[in-house]
């Protein structure tokens, strides 16, 4: 009863209060209101504050979920590769994070610079088996920019078929990127925009069958994208509070070196974001998470 609406249960209200559960519960008839308290008590029931939390809408949720977790325990690690794929928009205005200050300064200060702000945006790739990371630094991420990354992936991957989880951005299917590569094999069909669904691929992108197969995450599901963790990481070590508020290149080159470096590769990423390449089953936390919709990645 406790965490289902009140309006179930025949109640004109949105919460459950003392007195509703003693009049809804029948074994709570002869209490007062301070003993439905110490029973609630006993029985480990407690009085929280809600915390917001996100649900993806995607009527196939759970299907598209145990999809992905079939395709991704059915792997053979000989044959395939398994990236987990997202963009980042990265300002040259810090955001703001938490960091140690003088108790007499009573907060950080976090410099902003005297100029507008500006954007490049990072398209990248998480190996789920290995660790390793692929990127593309861009000023706008567009149609062609992705081609180029699944080419990349294959020219690092020869031989190999390279599965890549990703969300639903309109660009990760446009017809250009669906001609370039292999047919697709997923049971869920593509949703084009209406503007899409009757353009014609262009003549550059047909006949490279490149071996990427996208495995798409049910609609507003970020939570179930390892790499949003990796993005968290990158804004912890470098973007909040920076001080290259008026060095617009040299934050671009310091993003470049933070994927360099071994810490953030491999192994201890993996940990970090909660994959576990070498056991089995392999990514378990994708079906833990799944659960716990109230996680954010920021």
């Known amino acids: ?43 480990g029931v407690r009085h929280l504050r809600a915390r917001q939390y996100v649900h993806s809408p995607d009527p196939a949720y759970q299907a598209k979920v145990e ?23 990265v300002y040259l205005q810090p955001t ?5 200050s003088p108790a007499s ?3 950080p200060l976090c410099r902003l610079g005297h100029y507008s702000n500006k954007t490049f945006r990072i398209c990248g790739a998480l190996n789920g088996l290995t660790g390793q990371t692929h990127y593309l630094i861009r000023h706008k991420i567009k149609v062609p920019t992705i081609i180029q990354f699944f080419e990349e992936l294959t020219l690092k991957h020869p031989q190999k ?7 639903n951005w309109p660009v990760h299917f446009h017809p250009d990127v669906l001609a370039a590569l292999a047919p697709q094999q997923s049971p869920f069909p593509i949703i084009l925009p209406k503007s899409w669904q009757h353009l014609k691929p262009k003549a550059k992108f047909k006949g490279k069958n490149l ?22 990481w990158l804004k912890q070590d470098l973007l909040h509070n920076h001080r290259l508020v008026d060095q617009w290149d040299a934050l671009k080159i310091k993003v470049e070196q933070w994927f ?12 970090y974001v909660g994959l576990r ?13 799944s659960s716990n919709m109230s996680k954010n990645a920021f």
């Open 1 to 43: 009863m406790v965490g289902q609406s009140p309006t179930n249960f025949g109640l004109d209200q949105s919460r459950w209060t003392l007195k509703a559960l003693r009049e809804k519960i029948e074994a709570f008839k002869d209490y007062s209101l301070g003993g439905v308290w110490q029973v609630l008590k006993k029985i």
């Open 67 to 89: 999809y992905l977790l079939q395709q991704i325990r059915s792997h053979n690690r000989g044959e395939q590769e398994i990236y987990f794929l997202d963009q980042l928009t």
């Open 96 to 100: 703001i994070g938490y960091d140690w």
């Open 105 to 107: 300064q009573k907060q």
């Open 161 to 167: 078929t390279i599965w890549v989880i990703l969300d």
């Open 211 to 232: 071996p990427v197969q996208l495995l798409f995450l049910p609609t507003y599901a970020s939570w179930l994208n390892p790499i949003e963790k990796m993005w968290r």
């Open 260 to 271: 360099a470096q071994p810490g953030h590769q491999n192994q201890p990423l993996l940990q």
């Open 277 to 289: 390449a070498l056991q089995s089953p392999f990514y378990r936390p994708f079906a833990d998470v």
